[in-house]
């Protein structure tokens, strides 16, 4: 496993295991189980996702079982939009509580809108940099040891960092989650994001659940059969070789086990362009681009 080493000065893993959808309790823990067994050590939630609960549950009953502490596991969650402001801090001592920890190692704000607004309404801009001051505080506390946002565009990053803006962060965010693959290579975010000191993290690597375009491409398909590896393994490597983290969901033990199998080989500058060129700054999920 490689690492990614954050600004908040802790390390990590740069695959983790996606668990939106998983909702039921043996499903998790068989996911897990066979997870842990294949050597992830990253697991990606959300109060969205309805699931911290069983995942506080089944990491108490495996850990052991793996002869394995809390710190050798790092657990991302986020804040729900209908969380943000005054709620934030209840709802994070809420996912202590439901994962069974007395810390998370990496919480996001999931998206820059704040349920029950316009989404291009300015007070969204007002009200998640409350969250943030919350988000801020729960770190101090050691709460939360890395803090970061998820789908916020660079305008949404500008507000927190630049010199100047009313919403400037006290502690700047280790990590932006957006979508990122080979169809929304997003090359501008990746700069940014090197030119401030913040990591990328890429949510939906392989593209669509449903369509699988992306790994029916022959650039893909011609360079899995030149590394003798499966099209999501190339996607993969690509995206980790950008030092983009990524979280790819199965609940699927062979591709589970295909997922993390993607250290041993590496792409060529010229490969890695190849599949820069397939970009058609597609979005499969909902593009953050309007909310003000
Ligand atoms: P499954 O759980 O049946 O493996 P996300 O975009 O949230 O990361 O979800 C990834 C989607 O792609 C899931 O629907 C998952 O379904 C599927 N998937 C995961 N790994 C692979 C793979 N190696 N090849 C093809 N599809 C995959």
Redesign the pocket.
Known sequence: MKFSYLNSGHEMPMLGL?T???TEKEEMFKVFKYALECGYRAFDTAQMYGNEEIIGETLEELLPKFNLKRADVFITSKLMTDQHGDKAAAAIDETLRKLRTDYIDLFLIHWPYVDGLERSDLKNGEIRASSWKFLEKACIAGKIKSIGVSNYTIKHLDEMLKDGSPYKARIRPAIDQVEFHPYLYQKEMLDYCDENGMTLEG????????S?DI?EEEVIKNLAKKYSK????IV?RWEIQHDVIV??????P???K??IEVFDFSLSPAEMESINALNKNKH?ASDPVDIA
């Open positions: 996606g939106y959808k998983i949510y939906s690597p392989l593209g669509s659940p449903k699988k790994l499966q099209p999501a393994q993969l979280i790819p969901k199965s609940a699927n062979e591709r589970i295909a997922n499969y």
